[in-house]
T-cell receptor, first 112, second 120 residues
Framework: DQQVKQNSPSLSVQEGRISILNCDYT??????FLWYKKYPAEGPTFLIS?????DKNEDGRFTVFLNKSAKHLSLHIVPSQPGDSAVYFC???????????FGTGTSLTVIP | ETGVTQTPRHLVMGMTNKKSLKCEQH?????MYWYKQSAKKPLELMFV???????ENNSVPSRFSPECPNSSHLFLHLHTLQPEDSALYLC???????????????????FGPGTRLLVL
């Protein structure tokens, strides 16, 4: 059973507008969340993270919001640029084991 | 060369073949990982190595056999695979082992580009 879910497989946004990528999780024991970005023919690269003791973390154009009561996090990209077009994965650090739990990814297309 | 490299990038094999995937990291990391990504499914962790010792085997069938001769190299030996094993196989490394829950210290994983495997 998937513990981290990204229910939108794809998203298209106009250049300059905000992109909002969503992620839901089922395990309330998750303490740390990460977002990865993946271009075609490349491996995922780390983008931004957030600890469960925070509800927001910002890094330049990228902001991650965490709503623990709803078990929901989102990644906001403002303003969106064509170079942001990629697949975005959210991941959570588990309460057991030595691994991240990944979502299935959301493919973002930023239209010039 | 820097980062995490994987060879080959693409592989087509028959069900009776034996092949190996290679991963090499030039980052001085101590932990290495094999992931499988099938279409429309999340990345599935297969194996974890820390200082060359295997720490995790997530119920992976024995037709997949990992080998970690040193902290910089990781292999995945494949034999008698099934068509459903066709997937993207990603290698990753991290400075230290990712610890669970509140022991997590903020490590991130660095991924290779993956090997696209097709089993016929």
């Amino acid at each position: 059973d998937q513990q981290v879910k990204q229910n939108s497989p794809s998203l298209s946004v106009q250049e300059g507008r905000i992109s909002i990528l969503n992620c839901d999780y089922t395990n309330s024991m998750f303490d740390y969340f990460l977002w990865y970005k993946k271009y075609p023919a490349e491996g995922p690269t780390f983008l931004i993270s957030i600890s469960s003791i925070k509800d927001k973390n910002e890094d330049g154009r990228f902001t991650v919001f965490l709503n623990k009561s709803a078990k929901h996090l989102s990644l906001h990209i403002v303003p969106s640029q064509p170079g942001d077009s990629a697949v975005y994965f959210c991941a959570a650090i588990g309460d057991t084991g030595n691994q991240f739990y990944f979502g299935t990814g959301t493919s973002l297309t930023v239209i010039p | 060369e820097t980062g995490v490299t994987q060879t080959p990038r693409h592989l087509v094999m028959g069900m009776t073949n034996k092949k190996s995937l290679k991963c090499e990291q030039h980052l001085g990391h101590n932990a290495m990982y094999w992931y499988k990504q099938s279409a429309k499914k999340p990345l599935e962790l297969m194996f974890v190595y820390n200082f060359k010792e295997q720490t995790e085997n997530n119920s992976v069938p024995s037709r997949f056999s990992p080998e970690c001769p040193n902290s910089s190299h990781l292999f995945l030996h494949l034999h008698t695979l099934q068509p459903e094993d066709s997937a993207l196989y990603l290698c990753a490394s991290s400075q230290d082992l990712i610890l669970a829950g509140r022991n997590y210290r903020g490590e991130t994983q660095y991924f290779g580009p993956g090997t696209r495997l097709l089993v016929l």
